[in-house]
């Protein structure tokens, strides 16, 4: 079968304005998106569009395609998706034909989003593309990314020395910090802030973070419930935040953790970790989420079987998997792998870490040099600034809104 892309005219219903088509494709893109929207909003005559998730539209994004859910873990189920998200890279950039907006943003899911981004280049050659997020802008590898500087107009990124790789290869890339800090600090009062949320003080205060993929949860999410018990062994009247993903749409899991009276179930990751005093969390945004906010934690990450055969033949590039391990290039928190996510020995770390005030006080040191390197607050709005620069558009002196997505269900 032959897809054909063909361009043509569109009329916006308002001359003035100008549209931006954002590509997310996994539930940390919509995150990063809607915040960026936020600060975009501020300029009325922009229309936001595009391929999103809840968060995106809870910003203000009319999204075209829902695509939190388009994100796999594993060859296994990348192959799965791959007809399906051929498909939808194809309407994708047949509605960006017709439509013409004014930019692209494309942000993360690098295996998709370079991709249309060449269909792109290819079908509608004066189509302004900007990468925000590039793709592996968190590793510290000198990779070649030259292509982006054919495939993209702009390119803005989270991580310092990824603009210097990126800059050193003749991409026009700007460095704005991390978003992460927009959305979550340390709390002044921890305390004060869990009787501001009706949530349980003066105990050992768990956050259970099993993922935002269903097979991640799947795989991670029955270890760390079973654990629950054995902490509360060691920690009596220990008390638990647990992560609901996607937001408003708890599963069998989440009702399970429901069941638990010394369980609080939880769908606003911000809120969960400014209550907790540490947090299991997989291997992801979730870390640099706890990381901005000072909260100890340790890192488990589980698949499927085909997964774990995966793990083992891959050479990833890398010595490390969490987030502030990753950005500080050394060991700061526990990483969990594969078999190592079991009851026992999650139950065992959390433990040791709590009772331990040595290497409690270090892991605080050590995350507040990660915070450091993110950059100071205000990613969103720098960001948004460049867009503004891209577009021809003037300040905006209402341009310093905190961002404020903040989702409030909280029992199941």
Known sequence: MTWRITRQRYSHPMSTTQEIFFVTGEPSGDLHAALLAQQLAQWPQLQLTGAGGPLMRQA???????????????????????????LQKYRIAQLIARRQPALVILVDFGAFNVRLARTLRRYCPGQRILYYFPPSSWSRQRRDWSFLAELTDVVITPFEWSAQNLRDRGVNVHWTGHPVLDRISPPADRAAFRRKHALPDGQPVVGLMPGSRSVERRCIGPQLLSATTLINNKLPDSRFLWSIWPPGKPGRLDHQADQADYITCLSDSRTLIMACDMVVAASGTATLEAAAADCPMIMVYRGTRAMVVQYWLSDFGTEYYAMPNIIAQRRVIPELLQWDVNPDRVACEVVDLYTNPARWDQMKRDLAEVREVLGPPGASRRAAQVVAEVLGLPGNSEHSRAPSLQPTEDKI
Do not use: K, M, N, Q
């Open 60 to 86: 203000g994004v009319v999204t075209d395609f829902g695509s939190s859910e388009w994100g796999t873990v594993g060859i296994a189920g990348a192959l799965r998706r791959v007809p399906y998200l051929l």
